[in-house]
Structure formats: C-alpha cells, structure tokens
C-alpha cells in the first residue's frame, strides 16, 4: 500500500519526514553526520556532575553532548573520531572551542582512542564542576583509564557559579551505532578508584587523602559482606593447630608425586588452551552453596612461584581477594576484549593481608601473578553474583 505526499509516492509504513534546515545541510555535506543531534536525550542524576557511558559498536564517528536543557545550544562535546578525540565546548552561539585533543597512537599495540567500529566498546565522558574537570575514558569506568582531561582556568571561587553546574541533559549524534547498553553515574571519574581496602583499624590520613585505600564503608553493599567474611586478621591459613599449613602447601607445590604437584600436571595437560606451563593454579572450594552464588561461594586459590591466570572476568560479579600468604600481583584491564591491548591495564602489588575488590563497575578483568620466585602464593575469593 502507498500513500501519495506532495505527488511522491512512499510506503505507508515508511512515512516521508520533511527534513529540516540541518538535515538538509548534512545532505549536502556542510554538517557532518556526526554532528546531527538524535532525538533520544539522557538525563544526568545530578546536575553538574555524573558519568555518561555508552556501550556500543560504532557505525562511524559520533558525538556525546552534555547539555544544560534538551533544547540549548551551549554544552560540553565528547567527539570521537576516526583518528582522534576532542572535549569541546559549544558556546551559546554555537562557537566550538576544543579544550582538549588526543590523536590515535603510532604504536599499534597501543590502546587507540578514538572510535573503533570494528569492535564494541564503552565509551565514557565524566564531568565534575566541583573540580572544574572534563575526562574521557575507555572502558570501565574508573580515572585509571582515562584517555583525555581537561581542567577548567579562569573559574570562579564558587563552582556552583561555573555555567556547567546546570548542565543536567544528554544527547548523542553521529554513528553511534546498535547500543548494547549505557548507564548514568552519580559521581564523576576525577579521581582513580582505588583497588586497595583500607581496614578500619589500619586506615590512616594519608592514605585517604592520595587516594590509597578504598574505606569498606564506601565500598558497594555487597562487597562490604564479603570483606566482612573473610578480612578479619584472625582469617589466616596458618593457624595454631597447623602454625606450618602454607610451607606444606608449597613444599607439596614443588615436590614431584605430592598432591599439589600433580594436579598441576594434570590441569596442564588437560587444559585446551593454555600452551604455557605457568598459566597455571590450583582452586580448592571451602564450605558450601548457599543458592546466592553459581557454586561455591568460598575458593581458595594457590598460585605456584612465577605462574598466573589468564585474562578473565567475572561475569558482572562481586568479590574480594584477600592475600593468605606471599605477595600476589593483580593487572586490572579497560575491558575483556581478545581486540583490547595488553597494555590497557594497570597493575598492583598485594602482600600477605592485603585486599582488593571488584564489582560489576571495577576491575571485573584482571590477570593475577605470583611474580616471587621464593614460595607460593595463597588467596582467597569469596563472590556473589550481580
């Protein structure tokens, strides 16, 4: 069936929209795509502050548009290119002032920052006018992986005077392609999230002021049980009825016929994937399943001199880890991709009693390594699921 509109024809169920003046610019090539404003518009949870994160396969370059209402000319612009990105500002009379700009690395093993349509990625813009800040990252959403910053000069004493204080909407433009999903934060990514707890006792001034340690307070409600369960100092794997539980834990690592050393052998052998001997470790269930986890909710993990995990997460998941004995070291990753750069990741040391955290926000890929060369490594993970 047809319908007849100004003497053309069209499908009914495909109705002619009489383009605007901007559309028609585009057409004729003196707007670029990625600056046509889609109608779909987000909202900030506080104005002012917050994340924006798309998660998407780009179909080309696109735009993220902070806004202070859905119908204002002034904003803050993430573009995202084929070979670079940019923080703009667009002035009320529609002047774009680029603040910042990244180019795509030379490096190929680089991690690139501009857009990607050959993989899906999350694509994230913080704004913070406490701070008079402006960050692009790539990936989860935490400071750590920031592409490009911008501060603010010529401020006024008052943040709540800066004209990014009313900005409350989000809007996007360009090739942003089948979005898997997005999400609106409260707090911006001014600052790295630290993987370190700070226990209660223990927390200290500066640690809170360098951002050192995460307070368990501040932690997700879910992560404050599981470090409850097993971050105690009296959680130990030596104990006074077996004071020498990890030298015989290690001795029966490296000693041919022992239990440990075995089943090493055999997980190797019947891994399909891993090729190389020291990607690696035993897991050992504790207790039982109390239906608020896949399993067991409770494992400990033995990690032989020199050998790893391989990249994983942890399926939206929330856990601790906590260092039983020797020191572990954890590299936490922008995102679980085989496409995303080993070099797109930071890595921290945990000696005996440290603990870090994940959540479906934070750290959920990660590669821990026993990097000594002198004893084992024990830790232990309790999870739940999201």
């Known amino acids: 069936m047809t319908t007849s509109l100004n003497g053309h024809h069209a499908r009914a169920n495909h109705p002619v929209l009489f383009p605007s003046r901007k559309h028609a610019l585009m057409r004729a090539g003196a707007v670029p795509q990625e600056q046509i404003e889609l109608d779909t518009t987000y909202g900030l949870p506080i104005s002012g502050q917050g994340v924006f994160a798309i998660t998407t396969q780009a179909s080309g370059p696109f735009r993220i548009y902070l806004t202070l209402n859905k119908f204002s000319f002034e904003a803050v612009i993430l573009d995202i290119g084929r070979h670079a990105v940019k923080l703009i500002r667009r002035h009320a009379n529609r002047h774009e002032e680029v603040l910042a700009e990244r180019a795509n690395p030379v490096n190929p093993e680089e991690a690139r920052v501009a857009v990607e349509t050959d993989a899906v990625r999350t694509y994230w813009l913080s704004l913070d006018t406490q701070n008079f800040t402006l960050v692009y990252g790539k990936g989860y959403v935490t400071n750590q992986f920031k592409m490009l910053e911008y501060r603010f000069t010529d401020v006024p004493t008052n943040p709540q005077d800066f ?92 000693t041919p016929g022992c239990i440990c050393y075995e089943k090493l052998a055999e997980k190797f052998a019947d891994s399909p994937f891993s090729k190389d001997p020291h990607e690696n470790y035993l897991r050992v269930t504790l207790g039982h399943s109390y239906g608020d986890s896949p399993g067991i909710p409770y494992v400990l993990e033995l990690w032989p001199m020199g050998n790893f995990s391989p990249i994983h997460n942890h399926s939206d998941a929330y856990a601790v880890i906590k260092v039983l004995h020797g020191t572990i070291w954890v590299q936490v990753f922008a995102e679980f991709s085989t496409s995303w750069p080993d070099a797109a990741n930071v890595e921290y040391e945990f000696p005996a009693d440290g603990v870090t955290w994940l959540s479906p926000q934070c750290f959920q890929t990660h590669r821990l390594k026993n990097r000594g060369d002198k004893t084992m490594t024990a830790t232990i993970q309790p999870g739940f699921p999201r």
């Open 163 to 254: 004209w990014t204080s009313e900005i409350s909407k989000v809007k996007l433009s360009g090739g942003v392609g089948a979005v898997s999903s997005h999400q609106t934060l409260r707090y911006p990514a001014t600052y790295p999230t630290p993987p370190v707890i700070a226990p209660f006792a223990t927390v200290t001034m500066d640690q809170v002021a360098k951002d050192e340690g995460i307070a368990i307070t501040q932690m997700p409600p879910e992560s404050q049980v599981l470090y409850g369960t097993v971050g105690g100092p009296a959680f130990q794997l030596d104990t006074p009825d077996f004071p020498d539980f990890a030298e015989a834990i290690n001795y029966s690592i490296v």
